[in-house]
């Protein structure tokens, strides 16, 4: 009988069968089976449930999430590969449970990663089609807005921005100008801002004229009521000087762009002939 019990345990060495304690009186039996230990068995049910949660919220996001697109067939190879790759290592019984842990926090990453790869190239071809749209789309209401606007201000008038202006081709006193403004539904030209001041030295070039712009009351106004406070200021080193030598009587109360070697503002006595820039609005 001894001998049955030695052969079996040969053949099948993970196991002892009923094999007899030689130090008891009464040989009683003793029989144990080989189990895992339990740390190993409650790891690897643990990994078991986080690779399926993992693959679960995966799964989730890529069907649920609106605003990407759909996967494609690369993809969806590469997710299930990756899928199989997680049940076929957790099957692997003879794997330590360090490496099962290790293995499929790779292949999160290695999910993860083409995720981002995914959306982040697919986000930047949307992006970059959605540019060139509003490029052409920029393009075309700029000729539009030009045209448009060319012929609502009117033949011998340019736009810039919401305005018209008229340079005029004869030349007047500071007073008269402002009435020939007046008269065609206009006033001198009021400058708000630096755009506009760029804009009006590339347009009157070379010529002097008069803009909206006087301190016969003692202050520096613009015709239109603007706050002059408010208003950027153009004015040419050493102006305004309210020169009193030009034998005209009185000082210098009205403003005009000059041309020296850039365009500037200078006071000058009103009485004297100039050219005018005359604005509107457009309607």
């Not at 018209?164 to 206009?186: F, G, I, P, R, V």
């Not at 000087?241 to 070697?261: N, P, R, S, V, W």
């Amino acid at each position: 009988m001894g001998l049955f019990f030695q052969e079996m345990s040969n053949d099948y060495p993970d196991h002892q069968f009923l094999q007899l304690g030689d130090n008891s009186e009464n040989k009683v039996f003793k029989m144990n089976f080989w189990s895992p230990p339990p740390y190993s068995r409650v790891v690897t049910a643990l990994c078991a449930v986080c690779a399926i949660c993992f693959i679960t919220v995966i799964i989730l996001i890529v069907a649920l999430k609106p605003a990407e697109p759909q996967p494609d067939q690369r993809l969806h190879h590469q997710m299930t590969n990756l899928s199989d790759g997680i049940y076929s290592h957790m099957e692997r019984s003879s794997l330590d449970d360090s490496k099962v842990i290790d293995k499929l926090k790779n292949i999160e990453a290695s999910v993860q990663r083409i995720l981002i790869d995914k959306t982040t190239d697919v986000l930047q071809k949307d992006i970059a089609s959605v540019l060139v749209v509003l490029r052409k789309l920029s393009d075309w209401a700029t000729k539009q807005n030009s045209s448009f606007l060319d012929s609502l201000c009117g033949a011998d008038w340019a736009h810039h921005s919401f305005s018209c202006y008229y340079l005029s081709s004869d030349t007047l006193s500071w007073q008269d100008a402002k009435k020939a403004c007046e008269s065609m539904n206009s006033h001198l030209l009021v400058i708000n801002n630096n755009e506009e001041q760029r804009f009006i030295s590339t347009f009157s070039r070379p010529f002097t004229s008069w803009i909206g712009l006087t301190d016969a009351d003692g202050s520096w106004e613009w015709v239109d009521g603007t706050p002059y406070d408010s208003t950027p200021k153009s004015w040419q080193d050493g102006q305004p000087d309210d020169y009193y030598y030009h034998q005209l009587g009185g000082g210098e109360d009205c403003a005009q762009m000059k041309f020296i070697t850039t365009a500037g503002w200078n006071d000058e006595h009103c009485t004297r002939k100039q050219y005018y820039i005359c604005e509107k609005k457009v309607r």
